[in-house]
């Protein structure tokens, strides 16, 4: 074996203790423990193997202590749980008795071992057996390694000027941080300010916004960037530079929104704030309590659009001389330590779904324009109207999960559309209670709290509700009526309704640009488009990359109190984070060996990261230890082994390969799983007792990506019969996307077992979720009828012919340790 | 032949509906037709197995005009279900009359209509050319190939 920079390092002849534990009868029911004892105190270098009831418990640990201090034990190994459980426990305890917690290894033989062979104690011992000589080979490779700290500015910015942003950049400014809130549109408010009413308690919506939008206007600690986007971000958690793009607005900031610009700009356009249900002008302000309360020039629309004047009429108009055509945009730098994404969403629009007829029937609304008409400051000044003859509807119907639980459009529900709908439904009846009102639903999900309040409410106030959504609408070209097509399904009998006036409860989606944005950050997106939180239970903020919130709809469809909540959830995450002013980072970073380094850059482009840059001169590829998770992907893509994973080491993943395969690996496969999802489907698979046979032996990686192609060849060469490869489902990768890296790698062996005439399906690759056990009991399954269908002279011809392929020899000889 | 829906149309399918009526509320045939529309057969095939649906003439107002699968948000492939549960329903025997009759016609003559004098004169009247010769053999060896020959009589 080569040894490295770092084992020379650790010349120290190694003193393990092994510890087996019987977790009462969870393992000690099933393994034989004293038999792994003693089989781990005939393991080379071990020099303590002793087998207790409980090892986490106090007793437990001070024994290990104990050792660590009178045997002069230099490596500790504990066969008990999954170490996602208790390796924090037993780190704690090495590090009291003055062992450096790396120097800790934990062997599965609870979760991958005894509680899935309930019935088989026999293999169970022997497995058990393998994986403690997997744990202490491993541990005889450990380095110590001291983990990192890195200095967090005192700055954070917050994306997004709706009611999470704003509640966000509010409570960080109130704890004494400096806040940049950058906000796209030229006003903050985001879609609440568009809101009439908000439910359960019928609050006005713009009346509970806008002082909150005044007070972060005029907080000292926030800085306002309107009508502005990011462009660039760089650095890592707790030293951001992120550039944004202030966008010209032609009015400058002594604007006192007096409003004469706007009376006399001669050019008009459908207003967004009021769905297109109304003008603007050019210049203009969004709504009367914008913050900022500046006025703007829509340029696109202004006839001094190509830099020539064409018309000053409200420059004219400006006694305070605001107007300044020559305005350009600005590009700003910030930096900063944390950032908040609060991006919101987008309101679905349902003009493909041409049986409802949007678009092409004026009296089917969205129920965001159903929004702006009842709201007094909207274009009807807060009467609910009917497009076609401006005629208050009698009869009004609502349509629910529009574009929302649907192939044809966004699968999810989309949380907020029955509540709103209830809402609207009572507005209606508050304003003009001889209104019939019809609700056309699928499912009524009023699950908050004081939800089905209102939901009884509506019904007590006579506001129908029918189960069946209609499957057509059809308009009468004269009275523009609309007549309703379903099948009411509780009575199970057809109906046909006439009505003024459809509003179709629209869902909501990710905002359009959101994949700009999660490209800049970094971040991961749900199958739904919306960015994933780090935990979906227990960090429900945190995105993967850290120093960086979520906040509000940009994770999932919310109503305002669950946005607010989730800002302040944020807040309080980023606070942690600045208060402390340094952040310690785990020591499974990687470092480059600057002697091996060619300067290919080929760790550069599979670095999810970009934690990895060229020296400008040496091209030797320097990392940016801040930023670097650990997921070792460009370890594995490394062609001249330069690169090493602390704690993660090559030559520790082999030792585990050859401690596997040293006996009889014509009857086991290897199994490399990723700590996040496959590893933890495999400990949910034991915690649900799912049963599966024995033979395959898993490794624990970070992530799938750090698996290289040498490792599966190593495992074939050394005479294993499968090689199972398994990490998170494409997209939802704990490192964003390094799982991509895995299927090429695989997909790469499998092309070369092709070309020799090896049988491909020996190694297989499968991504298991931490909440799919039963998918890993079957492919559990699956290996087994794979091992057994493999034939000796199949095993034989791969040890002979899956050798290291000759032009990329240097590294492979290198890589393998035989 | 088929013994089970299962064989031509996933059954997890189904798992995707969510009676959400907007197939029953889109389809003509259950607009003019006493019956129960696409939902109910859905939920029939679900909850009671294909032996309840199978044996029900109201299965066949279905025209196949595809609407259902167009409007269904799931994009269940409810016409394939249907074709399914016709098939299966016209090997059990249970074809109602008219469509037998049908069929039959379509045997014996190689065409779905009666034609008579009538229709031959109309024809004239409308400068249509006069109807092709028909290859019967042709006909019979389809309707054998496609399975028709077990259901109904050919000879």
């Keep these: ?818 | 032949m088929i013994k089970s829906l299962w064989e031509v149309f996933n059954k997890e399918d189904l798992l995707e509906c969510y009676q959400c009526a907007r197939c029953t509320g889109s389809c003509p045939a259950a607009q003019v037709m006493n019956s129960y529309g696409p939902r109910e057969t859905l939920l029939r095939c679900l909850n009671l197995g294909q032996e309840a649906v199978v044996t029900d003439e109201r299965i066949w107002y279905c025209t196949t005009c595809h609407v259902c699968e167009d409007r269904c948000p799931q994009e269940i492939n409810i016409p394939e279900l249907l074709t399914a549960i016709f098939n299966l329903a016209a090997q059990r025997g249970n074809l109602p009359e008219k469509i037998k009759f049908t069929l039959d016609l379509v045997a014996k003559t190689g065409r779905s209509l009666i034609i008579n004098d009538k229709v031959l004169k109309d024809r004239q009247k409308l400068s249509l050319p006069p109807m092709a010769a028909l290859n019967l053999d042709e006909i019979e060896g389809i309707l054998k190939k496609t399975g028709l020959g077990e259901i109904i009589d050919l000879s």
């Design chain 1, 1 to 818: 074996m080569t040894p490295k920079k770092v084992q020379r390092k650790d010349k120290v002849e190694p003193r393990i203790g092994v510890y087996v534990c019987h977790c009462g009868l969870n393992i000690g029911g099933v393994v034989d423990c004293a038999q792994v004892a003693e089989f781990a105190a005939g393991l080379p270098n071990v020099v303590v193997s002793k087998d207790n009831l409980y090892t986490c418990s106090e007793p437990g640990q001070e024994l290990i202590k104990a050792d660590i201090k009178e045997q002069g034990l230099n490596r500790v190994v504990v066969a008990s749980c999954t170490p996602r459980l208790h390796e924090p426990t037993f780190r704690a305890a090495c590090q009291k008795a003055g062992l450096n917690p790396y120097l800790f290894e934990m062997a599965n033989i609870r979760e991958h071992c005894s509680w899935v062979h309930l019935h088989d104690k026999e293999a169970a011992t022997a497995k058990a057996k393998d994986l403690v000589k997997m744990a202490v080979a491993r541990s005889r490779l450990l380095a110590a390694q001291e983990p990192m700290e890195v200095p967090v500015i005192r700055r954070a910015l917050v994306i997004g000027g709706g009611v999470a942003g704003i509640q966000a950049a509010l409570d960080l400014a109130d704890s004494g941080y400096q806040v940049y809130l950058v906000e796209k549109d030229p006003s903050i408010g985001g879609r609440m300010a568009q809101i009439d009413k908000t439910f359960p308690t019928m609050d006005c919506s713009i009346c509970i916004l806008a002082p909150k939008m005044s007070e972060a206007g005029r907080h000292p600690n926030i800085e306002l960037i309107t009508l502005s986007e990011i462009e660039l971000v760089e650095g890592y958690i707790g030293n951001f530079t992120v550039t944004v793009r202030k966008k010209a607005r032609y009015v400058t900031d002594s604007c006192t929104a007096c409003g004469d610009c706007t009376k006399v700009c001669p050019q008009v356009a459908p207003d967004e704030f009021n769905a297109g249900l109304s003008m603007r002008r050019a210049v203009y302000m969004t709504f009367a309590q914008a913050v900022p309360s500046t006025y703007q020039i829509d340029m696109d629309l202004c006839l001094n659009k190509h830099g020539i004047v064409a018309c000053d009429k409200c420059f004219q108009a400006c006694q305070r001389r605001c107007i300044d055509y020559s305005q350009k945009d600005q590009r700003i730098t910030l930096e900063v330590g944390t950032i908040i994404v609060a991006t919101g969403v987008d309101v679905y629009d349902p003009t493909p779904l041409t049986e409802f007829g949007y678009r092409k029937f004026p009296n089917v609304i969205t129920s965001l324009e159903f929004e702006r008409l009842i709201n007094a400051g909207g274009p009807s000044g807060g009467s609910l109207i009917r497009p076609s003859d401006r005629r208050i509807p009698k009869t009004v119907a609502f349509l629910q999960c529009i574009g929302s639980r649907s192939k044809r459009s966004n699968i999810y529900c989309s949380n907020i559309c029955c509540m709103n709908t209830i809402k609207d439904a009572l507005l209606i009846k508050e304003h003009w209670p001889e209104t019939k009102i019809l609700v056309f639903y699928i499912d009524i999900r009023a699950f908050g709290k004081g939800f089905e309040d209102l939901f009884q409410r509506a019904r007590r106030e006579g506001v129908s509700f029918i189960r069946g959504v209609p499957g057509e609408i059809i308009e009468d070209p004269e009275s523009h009526d609309l007549t309703l097509l379903g099948e009411n399904t509780l009575l199970s009998q057809l109906y046909r309704y006439e009505v003024d006036m459809a509003i179709l409860s629209v869902g909501i989606e990710p905002r359009k640009d959101s994949p700009l944005i999660q490209r800049l950050l970094n971040l991961s997106c749900g199958s739904d488009g919306f960015f994933l939180e780090a935990h979906p239970k227990l960090r429900p903020v945190d995105t993967p990359t850290g120093g960086i919130f979520l906040a509000g709809c940009a994770e999932g469809p919310k109503d305002i109190k669950d946005s607010v909540t989730q800002a302040g959830a944020a807040a309080s995450r980023a606070n942690i984070l600045m208060s402390q002013g340094k952040v310690t980072v785990e020591a499974i970073t990687v470092w480059v060996d600057e002697t091996l380094c060619q300067g290919c850059g080929m760790c550069l482009k599979v670095c999810p990261y970009s934690a990895i840059r060229q020296d400008p001169e040496t091209q030797i590829a320097q990392v940016t230890q801040a930023s670097c998770a650990g997921c070792g992907t460009c370890v594995a893509e490394c062609p001249f082994s330069a690169i090493t994973q602390r704690h993660f080491t090559d030559q520790q993943i082999y030792a585990q390969i050859e401690a596997i395969t040293e006996e009889a690996p014509e009857t086991k496969a290897v199994a490399f799983c990723c700590n996040w999802c496959s590893y933890a489907g495999a400990d949910f698979a034991g915690v649900s007792r799912f049963q599966y046979p024995p033979p395959v032996r898993i490794i624990r990686t970070m992530c799938s990506g750090r698996v290289s192609t040498g490792f599966i060849e190593y495992a074939f060469r050394r005479g294993a019969a499968a090689v199972l490869v398994s990490g998170c489902h494409i997209g939802d990768c704990h490192y964003i996307n390094a799982n991509h890296q895995t299927e090429k790698r695989v997909k790469k062996v499998w092309k070369k077992m092709e070309r020799l005439g090896l049988d491909p399906n020996r190694l297989q690759l499968a991504w298991i979720s931490a909440a799919e056990g039963n998918l890993l009991a079957r492919k559990m399954q699956e290996m087994d009828g794979i091992i057994e269908a493999v034939t000796a002279e199949e095993i034989q011809k791969t040890r002979e012919l899956l050798v290291p392929t000759k032009k990329a020899k240097g590294k492979l000889e290198e890589e393998d340790p035989s």
